[in-house]
Every structure is written in C-alpha cells, then in structure tokens.
C-alpha cells in the first residue's frame, strides 16, 4: 500500500515540478567582443591606473565600480 502511495505522489509532484522550471525567465545577453557594456548592478573589483611615473598599474585593493558605469574594452 505504500508503494501505491509514493507512486501516485510522484506522479502527483514531478509534471509540477517540470511545468514550474519552464517558467523561470531566463535570458542571455550576448555582447559582441570589443563593445561597451553598461554595468547593471555595483561590482567590486581590481582596476587598472596610472601611477604617479606614468606607468600603468593593478591597484592593490578592490574598489567598487558602481551600477550604471560603463565598461570598455582595452582595445
């Protein structure tokens, strides 16, 4: 009897369970290479900088980038 029982909960939950996964909104962006992107929400992150000779350096700590900055390629 409760063997009958799991089935039938089974066969009750998973078609549930898989109708619901197909409602999540899902969507991928791609940004071509080389193209500017908007940042949608605040990063913190290591950045490149002029020191005071000249000469482009890592910066030793993270700093927050905030949302809505733009970010650009190199080249």
Known sequence: M?????ITACATILPL??????????????????????????VKAHVWAKDASGNIVRSRNRVTIHEGWYALPKD
């Open 17 to 42: 369970v898989l109708l619901l996964q197909g409602c999540t909104p899902t969507r991928v962006v791609m940004v071509p290479p080389g193209q500017p992107v908007r940042l949608a929400e605040s």
């Open 2 to 6: 409760k063997t009958a029982n799991v």
